[in-house]
Structures are given as C-alpha cells and as structure tokens.
C-alpha cells in the first residue's frame, strides 16, 4: 500500500510540474506573438502590415461616445495614409457627452479634408452621433435608421426627499452659492438651474449652428429638426438630414460617381482602436491560458466571443448629447 501511495504522490508532483510548464510555456508564447503583432503594428498603416495596393478604407463609430484621444489619432493616421483613397464611416449610435461628440467631429473633418467622406447609417446617428455624422461629405442611411435628436441635456439626480426621509443632511461650505450647484443633496435653487439653462442654451445654439452650416437647412424647416424629436432615414431625405437611403454599395456608388474613385477597389476595415486587448490572437492564448488553469468556462466564453464585453458607464458627466428613450423623454 505505501508503494501505491508513493506512486500516487509522485504522479500529483509529475502532473503539477507538467501543469505548471505549460502555462508558462502558453505565457511566452502569448507575450511573443503579442511582440511581434506591436512590431508590425508600428509598421503599418491600417493595422497589420504595410497595404500594397489602393484601397478604400472602413471605419466604425459604435455605441456611446465619449473623448477618446487614441482615436483621434487613429483618424490622423488613416488622413496620412498613402493607401487609403477614400473612407467610408458607419456609425449606429446614439450619442454620449457632447464634448467627446465635439472631438470626434472635429478629427473626422479633418479626415474629411484629406479624403473623400462617407458616412453610412446602419442603426442609428442620434443627438451626438449625428453631430459625427455631420462630418462626412455625404450621409447615407438604411430606410429606417433613427437619425436627429438634435439637442442638448444635463441631467443629475436629486435625492433630497430621501435624505429627509432617512434623517439625513448634507452639511457644505463653499466659497460662493452656484460652487458645486446643483448637487443633488438639496433642491436647486433658481439661479442654480438659471446658471445650468444658460449652460444648455449655449451647447445647443453650437448645435444648431452646425446643422444650419454642414446641412444647409435653415428658418422653419431648422426648427422642425432641432426640436429635439428623431426621424428615420426616409424623413430625414425629405428634411435633409441625410443624402440618400442605402448602404455600403450606396456610398461606394458616391463615392465612384461624385470623387471618381473607383468602384471595384477593396473596401478593408481600419481599426479606430487597435489596443492589444483587440487582437484575435491574443484572445485565443488568454482562452488557452484560462484552460490550462482550470477555468475551461471562462475561456470558451472568451474564445468563442473573441473579446472580453464590458458594461457601458451607466453615468456620464458634463453636458450629453445623447438619444435613449428612458434618458431623454
């Protein structure tokens, strides 16, 4: 029996050595790959490796927006880009914080300045996702994408009656009355919601600025669509918020008819955001690494997904221009 239970032991202490061995062995295997994906990223213009031929380049704008300088210079990377003759932006979303909305414009029009533009509406370009779209030198959108929601917010919660209902009082001392105002501990004053409209008023008066400017809509048909309300694509043909309905084939058309760029070359993705936690590759050795140490769940989560899902903030702060049903109505 004691030879039984050596052998045993011994096996255990073979098994976790071999365990042991192979997850470092997956550990260098995954930093070397990652090394020389960086290497030819630093080499490349759309991504992984130097393009070879003329191309038409795909970007994509999804979800909230927020500010986000690694795409900036994404943006100006792809503006230098020798292969790319024009670019093509689909976006579906609807919005986020004005300020980041305002960023990403302004990048996109310098792309724009560069390379002949195209925005395609696949789900929505809403409130700050419109002001992205507004970018671009044509605007194309599916028939029933919801574009518009042209307007400005600044929402914060009050909680007051349930401080007073639990007993509890925020005590302050600030330097002057509108410091920190509105807080949410207290009802807000007059001249705290005046200072927030006044606020408002301003991001909004820029908002509608650019439409009348970038859309070349203005007097009764400018208030229709400012009024803060969404249309789908085939309203906004008949208000000029969008060019034409379609698709991708759409703005290739466009781009062949109205730039002269020719309609049989490659359409390739560039990766407004190419972080180490995008690569496919790096994935599938998390997913490996994850089963060698138990974790066999988890990783077919993550090799099956190819990346790992995060929640969106459920706060954002500052001034939003953004489109929900249950943030905005």
């Given at each position: 029996?004691?030879?039984?239970?050596?052998?045993?032991?011994?096996?255990?202490?073979?098994?976790?050595?071999?365990?042991?061995?192979?997850?470092?062995?997956?550990?260098?295997?995954?930093?070397g790959i990652v090394a020389?994906?960086?290497?030819?990223?630093?080499?490349?213009?759309?991504?992984?490796?130097?393009?070879v031929s003329a191309q038409i380049a795909r970007i994509g704008i999804w979800g909230v927006i927020r500010n986000d300088q690694e795409r900036v210079e994404a943006l100006e990377r792809l503006a230098k880009s020798r292969a790319a003759k024009a670019v093509i932006v689909h976006i579906d979303s609807p919005g986020g914080t004005t300020?980041?909305?305002?960023?990403?414009?302004?990048?996109?029009?310098k792309l724009a300045e560069k390379k002949p533009t195209v925005i395609v509406v696949d789900g929505m370009a809403a409130s700050g996702g419109y002001i992205a779209a507004m970018a671009g030198d044509h605007i194309v959108a599916q028939g029933n994408s919801i574009v518009g929601s042209i307007g400005v917010l600044f929402q914060y919660p009050n909680v007051s009656d349930l401080l007073k209902t639990l007993g509890v009082k925020v005590e302050e001392v600030k330097s002057s009355p509108l410091k920190a105002s509105p807080n949410g501990f207290e009802p807000t004053s007059p001249e705290a919601?005046?200072?927030?409209?006044?606020?408002?008023?301003?991001?909004?008066?820029?908002?509608?600025?650019?439409?009348?400017?970038?859309?070349?809509?203005?007097?009764?048909?400018?208030?229709?669509?400012?009024?803060?309300?969404?249309?789908?694509?085939?309203?906004?043909?008949?208000?000029k918020l969008v060019d034409s309905i379609g698709t991708e084939e759409t703005a290739i058309a466009w781009l062949a008819k109205e730039k002269g760029i020719d309609a049989k070359l490659p359409v390739r993705d560039w990766k407004l955001d190419p972080r180490i936690g995008d690569l496919s590759f790096l994935h599938l050795g998390g997913a490996v690494l994850l089963e060698a140490?138990?974790?066999?769940?988890?990783?077919?989560?993550?090799?099956?997904?190819?990346?790992?899902?995060?929640?969106?903030?459920?706060?954002?702060?500052?001034?939003?221009?953004?489109?929900?049903?249950?943030?905005?109505?």
């Open positions: 029996m004691s030879l039984d239970a050596d052998a045993l032991v011994d096996r255990r202490r073979m098994r976790r050595k071999l365990t042991f061995w192979r997850v470092l062995a997956v550990l260098v295997a995954v930093v020389v994906g960086m290497a030819l990223r630093g080499r490349s213009e759309l991504g992984f490796g130097e393009p300020a980041g909305s305002e960023q990403l414009h302004t990048a996109l029009r919601r005046a200072a927030i409209a006044a606020l408002v008023a301003d991001s909004y008066d820029w908002f509608r600025t650019m439409v009348r400017e970038r859309r070349g809509i203005d007097g009764e048909l400018l208030a229709k669509v400012t009024d803060g309300r969404v249309f789908t694509g085939r309203q906004g043909i008949e208000l140490a138990g974790l066999g769940p988890l990783a077919r989560i993550l090799g099956r997904s190819g990346t790992i899902q995060s929640f969106e903030s459920l706060s954002l702060d500052g001034l939003l221009a953004l489109w929900h049903p249950a943030a905005s109505d």
